[in-house]
C-alpha cells in the first residue's frame, strides 16, 4: 500500500478525534490573532485621532501596513514559502514570538511612528502564521471533515474580535489606557500559544511529501513549478474572488467603528457594540451553516446564496441614511453572510487546490496580493469617505458583487473528497 492510500484510508476509517480538534483549534488561533488585532486597532484608531491629532492621510497609512493589509501580505508570501520547504510547525510556533515584540510597540506608543512601526511588525507575523494554520488544519483533518475543521479557525476569527470588541466595551471610560490593556492581552495569547503549540506535532502529509519527493531523487518543489497553467488559474480564480471580498471586508473591519462615529453619530460605546454583534451572529452562521453543510452539500450554491445576502446587505447603506435601525438590519444580513461566504471558502478552497509542497506557498502568494491590495485601497478610504459615504457604500457594494460572480463561476465541487483524491487529480 502507498504512503498516500495509508493516509487516505487512515483518515476516511478513524474518525473524528480529541487531538484532531485540538490541533485545529491551537493552529486556527492565528486567525483570532490575526482578527484580534484588526480590530483592535479599529477600535482604537478614533482613541489615536484624538490623542495624537493624527491626519487623514496618517489614518491611511496605520490601515495600510497593519495587519488588515501590507505587512500581512509580505508575511505571508514569505512565511508561505518557507513553510513548503521547511515544515508548518517551525513557522507556526516561533512566529507568535515576534508578533509579541511587535504588539509591545503598540501597548507602549506615545506618538504616531510607533504605532506605525508596532502594526507593521504585528502584520509580519500574523501573515506568515496564516498559511502554515490553514494548511495543517486542511492536512490533519479526517476526510469529510474538513470543512467543518477549517470553519473552527473562522469561528476563531470572529471570537478574536468579540473579546477585543468587549474589552474595548468593558474598557471605555479608560480611554487609551483601556486600549494598551486590549493590545497586552493579545501578546500574552501569543506568548502563552508558542508554548502551547511547541508540543505540536509536524504535518504528516507533509513529511511524506518530502520524503516522497527524496526518493524520487527529483530537485526540490520551487516557487517557479506553482506557475503553470493550472496554478495559475485555480490562483486567478481564489485571488479574484478574494480581492473584491477583502476589499470590503477589510474596510468594514477596520474602519466600520471610526465610520459609525464619524458618519453615523454614535458614540464609542454604541460602535464597538453594534460591531461585536455582527462577529456573534458571524461565529453562529458558521457554526450552524458552514460547519455543518460544507463537507455534505453543493459548495458553489452555499457561495452563492452567500453572496446575494451581503450585496442586500452592503446596499441598504448606499440606499438608506446611516440610522441606528439600518446599521444594525446591516450588521445582520452582512454577519449570516459572510459565515458560510467568501472567507471561508477561501480557506477551504486554497488548502485544495494544489499540492502538499506548494499548498502554502500559493496561500501565501495570494493572501500577499490580497491584502497588499487591501492596503493600496487603504490609503483612500478616508478621503473618500469624507467627501460623501453613499460613494463608498456603492463603491463596497460593487465590491461584493464581484466576488461573488467570480466566486460562483469558479467554485469546485469538492465536497466529501480527500486531499489525495484532489490532489491526484492536479497531477
Known sequence: ?????????????????ADDWKNSILAGLANYIDAGSIVAGSAALALWVETYRLSNDLVGMIGAFGPNAISAGVGAFIGGRLCDLFGRKKIYQYDMLFYAFGMLWLIFAVNAWMIVLGFFLVGLAVGADIPASWSLIAEMAPKGARGKHSGVAQV????????????????????????????AHLAILAVALTF?????????????AQASESARAQPRVGLRDLFTRQHIRSMAFLAGMYVFWNLWAGTNGFFFPYILRTVGDQSQAMSVAIQAGSFLIGMLSIWLIFMRWSDRVNQRMMFLVSAIIQVIGMSLLALFPLTLTVAIIHVVLM???????????????????FPTLLRSTAQGVMFAIVRILLGIWSFFVPVLTSTGFTTLAWTLTAFLLISGIIGFWGAPRNEGKSLEELEAGLA
Not at 500500500?1 to 478525534?17: F, K, L, N, P
Open 156 to 183: 476563531l476569527w470572529y471570537l478574536g474580535p468579540v473579546v477585543v470588541l468587549l474589552m474595548f466595551l468593558a474598557l471605555t471610560p479608560l480611554g487609551l489606557l483601556g486600549a494598551r490593556i486590549v493590545f
Open 335 to 353: 454577519a449570516v453572510g459572510q459565515g458560510f461566504g467568501a472567507q471561508c471558502f477561501f480557506q477551504l478552497w486554497s488548502s485544495e487546490m
Open 1 to 17: 500500500m502507498s504512503v498516500t492510500t495509508a493516509i487516505d484510508t487512515y483518515s476516511a476509517d478513524r474518525g473524528e478525534q
Open 196 to 208: 502551547l503549540r511547541s508540543k505540536m506535532q509536524e504535518s504528516q502529509r507533509w513529511l511524506d
